[in-house]
């Protein structure tokens, strides 16, 4: 069998290249892989950056210096390398762009005052520093996105009047000037509208178009809705029909929770439940608490501790959630009633509650029908148990609950087959004795 075997070569190539990336002004050390480099090699011109130091290390690597000009135009590099074997394929190099701002909203500000100002442009990250010149300080910058920050610019009270520089700084460079001007008070025109009141549009040139923003203020009187009715009119315009435009909104009235009791009415001594739901869905959330009361009626009349909502106490907050219908209670997680204690005492509960949805604020309360069934009645003692006792003689201890808080007679009847005689022990001087 024969062997055969073939040579096969490569020519000039570049594989690989670190740090392919570099702002204008900089200067960045580079490693160039690939193979049959030689001492021959070169790096061909490349637009607003010179090389200097290139070091052939060995066949496969190679370091260079890549000085890149102030003046170089941001974007791609296509470079390629030579040796007396001829050229490489191509590699990329970026010569990052600095960071600019286009525009600043207001572009104004008074002496003494300090403005919030919208930047935008490009190339904005966090860390990046301002400066407006002398007289303004720069404070507070949140930056949002590459392309849009907020600054306070805080103005001296004597600060030169005029136009000012502001540039912005991040670790890819410094921007261009962007204006802005410390000005004398100036009048500033404030529009305000209602629904009900049609205005006429600016001086406008042909083919232009204009448009007006409008903050309003909506009272609870206002809903279901209200319709915003806004007309134009010039001379010579002869198509009327497009001057007219009506916009109806619906405006939510103020949710009023309704109360849920199971059961209802609640009994005496039993554990009970409050839910609240919305009729109908509100946009934003619903906050605020219910407050429990009780008001006795007994014969003995008392208030009973044992009345309170299972989270402890006759208060609890609530919150019902944005285009939700029922609440949460305290830190619930999850919708669901809240637990209470009706307690042994006769007399009337109470449930009232405030709430705020956006800007109003407001009470509400049960409705009569179920706030009316919400007592505990009178009703007559109940025995719970019984227990009688042998040393030292014999004794009978009785436990009952009354919601009228008072007993006023008490049978006892004992079933003996060799008659006895009682009498009460001085342990409970205050039950008469034959009682």
């Not at 600019?100 to 904005?124: D, K, N, R």
């Amino acid at each position: 069998m024969r062997r055969c075997i073939r040579k096969v070569s490569f020519g000039l190539a570049v594989i690989g290249i670190t740090a392919n990336s570099a702002r204008g002004n900089s200067i960045v050390n580079v490693t160039l892989e690939g193979a049959n480099f030689d001492p021959t090699l070169a790096i061909n011109h490349i637009d607003g950056i010179a090389v200097t130091k290139l070091s052939v290390l060995s066949p496969t690597s190679a370091t260079a210096t890549f000085t890149i000009s102030a003046a170089a135009t941001p974007g791609p590099r296509a470079i390629t390398i030579s040796t007396s074997a001829g050229t490489s394929n191509v590699f990329a190099f970026m010569v990052i762009p600095p960071p600019g701002v286009t525009s600043i909203a207001p572009p104004v500000g008074l002496p003494g005052t300090a403005v919030v100002a919208s930047l935008t442009g490009a190339g904005f990250r966090s860390g990046l520093t301002l400066d407006a010149g002398s007289g303004i300080s720069v404070s507070t910058i949140v930056v949002s996105s590459a392309t849009s920050a907020v600054v306070t610019f805080t103005i001296a009270p004597d600060a030169v009047l005029g136009a000012r520089g502001v540039t912005l700084t991040t670790s890819d460079g410094t921007s261009a000037l962007a204006a802005f001007n410390v000005v004398v008070p100036f009048p500033d025109l404030v529009i305000v509208s209602t629904h009900s009141t049609n205005f006429g549009s600016e001086a406008l040139g042909s083919g232009a178009s204009t448009s007006l923003d409008l903050a309003i203020s909506v009272s609870s009187a206002a809903a279901p809705g209200v319709v915003h009715a806004i007309s134009v009119a010039t001379a010579g315009d002869l198509n009327p029909s497009n001057d007219f435009v009506a916009d109806l909104t619906a405006v939510f009235a103020t949710p009023l929770p309704n109360f849920v009791f199971s059961p209802s009415p609640p009994g005496a001594g039993a554990q009970a439940t409050l839910g609240l739901t919305l009729p109908t869905a509100f946009p934003h959330d619903v906050t605020g608490s219910v407050t429990l009361g009780f008001s006795s009626n007994a014969a003995i009349p008392q208030d009973d501790p044992a009345i309170q909502f299972a989270s402890g106490g006759r208060q609890t907050t609530f919150v019902i959630p944005a285009n939700t219908l029922q609440a949460r209670f305290g830190g619930n997680s999850s919708a669901g009633p809240i637990g209470f204690q009706t307690g042994t005492v006769a007399g009337a509960l109470s449930f009232s509650g405030t709430l705020q949805a956006g800007t109003v604020q407001t009470t509400f309360s049960p409705s009569n029908s179920v706030g009316s069934s919400l007592t505990i009645p009178k009703q007559a003692p109940s025995i719970r148990n019984l227990e009688t006792s042998t040393q030292n003689g014999f004794a009978v201890v009785i436990n009952l609950w009354s919601t009228m808080r008072e007993v006023t007679q008490m049978s006892l009847t004992f079933s003996t087959t060799t008659a006895v005689s009682l009498s009460c022990s001085s342990d409970y001087p205050d039950v008469p004795s034959g009682r």
